[in-house]
């Protein structure tokens, strides 16, 4: 029984996490295009590169845009 609701309580917490990687994520890759691209007027974006994992306090899509940004200004 013990083994049952740990499963749960696992599965809970993985599903929680996920969905606010999955926005950071999100974030981010806007971020990137946006950045790689900014100040120019015609620009093509690449593809964004791997979702890095977020820093501990990072989990919302504004985090995300924020670092894909400056990551896509620094790549350019």
């Not at 749960?8 to 295009?33: E, H, M, P, Q, R």
């Amino acid at each position: 029984m013990k083994k049952i609701i740990l499963l749960i309580t696992f599965s809970v917490i993985t599903l929680l996490l996920s969905a606010d990687y999955n926005s950071f994520c999100d974030g981010f890759k806007n971020g990137y295009k946006q950045g790689y691209c900014y100040g120019e007027s015609y620009c093509v974006s690449p593809i964004p590169p791997v979702c890095p994992i977020p820093y501990v306090g990072e989990n919302s899509y504004n985090d995300g845009y924020n670092r894909g940004f400056i990551d896509g200004m620094n790549d350019k």
